[in-house]
């Protein structure tokens, strides 16, 4: 979605034939009527359509209906939703951004209201969502109950596709359907249009291109490589991501939300190495992390931005200790490797942020999730082992509907400081969503002086820290 056009998702469950109108209203006076592709099983009956010639900065309300293309003039019942382009002038912006969607075998749970967190996030009126990764957990089968420590029930919505680990296509299919059954996420969707990347779960834990699966009995297919494809297709299939005529895989993209925001979003998952060690001295391909295609897109675009504030919208944050097996802490899975001058994947990100500082692209920041809570990072020179940068924002928020866990360690090279934080209790790992410690952030710019209001939230709607950031001129 951008300035004047926006793509449209929707689901049948029979091969049908797309039927879009657009008003200005809700009464869908004088609507305009766009026919779109059809669905079909061989993309289990999605379908996406690019809609242009919207208005700028304008509500625009969508009715969609399929029609029977046996019985033309049969339609479905119609679903209706609302989006907001972005402006082509200065006027306010208001979005959110979360992740983590029904992790940890913590499903849509009836008796506690399913995914609660979207119903708060739709209150919010949002311009749209940031979803930063794990939108479904394809690797976290979900059991019908689950006990918690304190002795109650836990119980889940169950269907056979969540039942064991993805491996084929329509299993990655069916994790996405899961969350889409629930009432919530389908009354979000309808009212806040959804950015959506993606990071390791939607393929399977940690996961890099090239490895191969051992000592893990729940999967026959041991090529991460293959379970990577099949994921990828049922993500572009379930999410509203325009397609790349030359890379249909591909996730990053930049999008322009008028002279506010740019939005980048990145993918720290297609294009890395192993994770390794994660302590070389130099580049190579086993440093790689955004690699060199996706590096050049995104320092091209940087520059060519206009818009005051460059949002980089990262998949997992920078300077927080992530290990591969956190089991016996070792192996690196982000981008940090513990104290020191930038080694391993930190090198890529020095790169940048040097590129970022001696070619003063003002006003960037950082948004993430991840980890399991929320915080506020303020990266600055003056404490940090690496110092060629300037210094900027990351804003870490999630789960919206997964376990909650402890804050992780830091890495001084880039000089992070904690300025505020939210997770489970010391000694507790993997909280439910009902204990209430599952968060999102809410972002405010406004359209006259630019500032931009950064508010970390729980999903009971309680603003837990808020920052406000006063645009710098080139």
């Given at each position: ?112 209201g399913g995914m609660r967190g979207y119903a708060t996030m739709a209150s919010q009126g949002a311009d ?160 790689a992390l955004l690699g060199s295609a996706q590096s050049h897109w995104l320092r091209r675009e940087l ?44 090198l890529e990100v020095a790169s940048l942020l040097r590129f970022i500082k001696h070619n003063r692209i ?113």
């Amino acid at each position: 979605m951008d300035a004047s056009s926006a793509v449209l998702w929707a689901r049948s469950d029979r091969p049908a034939r797309l039927r879009v109108e657009l008003a200005a209203t809700e009464t869908f006076r004088n609507p305009r009527l766009v026919i779109g592709p059809d669905a079909t099983v061989a993309s289990d009956f999605t379908v996406k359509t690019l809609i242009d010639g919207l208005p700028s900065g304008q509500d625009v309300f969508y009715r969609i209906t399929f029609e029977n293309p046996d019985a033309p003039g049969c339609y479905s019942e119609p679903g209706i939703g609302r989006l907001r382009t972005g402006a082509s002038a200065r006027q306010n912006v208001t979005f959110l951004w979360t992740g983590d969607t029904a992790g940890q075998g913590w499903g849509s749970n009836p008796d506690w209201g399913g995914m609660r967190g979207y119903a708060t996030m739709a209150s919010q009126g949002a311009d749209f969502l940031i979803h930063s990764g794990d939108g479904i957990y394809a690797d976290a089968p979900f059991a019908a109950e689950r006990r918690t420590p304190d002795g109650r029930v836990w119980r889940n919505l169950v269907t056979e596709a969540t039942s064991k680990v993805a491996e084929t296509l329509d299993e990655f299919r069916g994790y996405y359907r899961y969350n889409l059954s629930d009432e919530n996420i389908r009354r979000f969707n309808a009212s806040t249009p959804v950015f959506a990347q993606w990071d390791d779960h939607e393929v399977t834990d940690n996961w890099y291109p090239g490895e191969i699966l051992r000592g893990d009995p729940r999967y026959t297919v041991q090529s991460v490589d293959l379970l990577a494809a099949r994921a990828a297709r049922a993500f572009h299939e379930y999410q509203p991501v325009r397609g790349h005529p030359d890379e249909p895989r591909r996730v990053y993209r930049r999008i322009g939300y008028g002279p506010l925001l740019d939005v980048f979003m990145i993918d720290l998952r297609s294009y890395r190495g192993p994770n390794g060690p994660n302590d070389q001295v130099a580049e190579s391909d086993a440093t790689a992390l955004l690699g060199s295609a996706q590096s050049h897109w995104l320092r091209r675009e940087l520059l060519a931005s206009r818009a005051t504030w460059k949002v980089i919208a990262s998949d997992m944050p920078i300077g927080l200790v992530v290990h591969d097996d956190w089991r016996t802490k070792t192996g690196s899975e982000a981008i940090a490797n513990r104290d020191g001058p930038p080694r391993g994947r930190e090198l890529e990100v020095a790169s940048l942020l040097r590129f970022i500082k001696h070619n003063r692209i003002r006003n960037t920041v950082w948004l993430t999730a991840d980890v399991h809570y929320t915080a506020a990072h303020r990266y600055e020179p003056d404490h940090a082992l690496f110092q060629d940068f300037e210094p900027f924002w990351e804003f870490v928020s999630g789960p919206i509907h997964a376990g909650t866990f402890g804050p992780a360690d830091l890495d001084n090279t880039f000089g992070p400081r904690v300025v505020f934080q939210a997770h489970a209790p010391k000694g507790q790992a993997n909280l439910p969503p009902w204990e209430g410690r599952q968060y999102f952030g809410h972002v405010a710019i406004d359209g006259q002086s630019g500032a931009m209001t950064v508010t970390l939230k729980d999903i009971a709607d309680t603003a837990l820290w808020s920052v406000m950031l006063l645009p710098e001129s080139g």
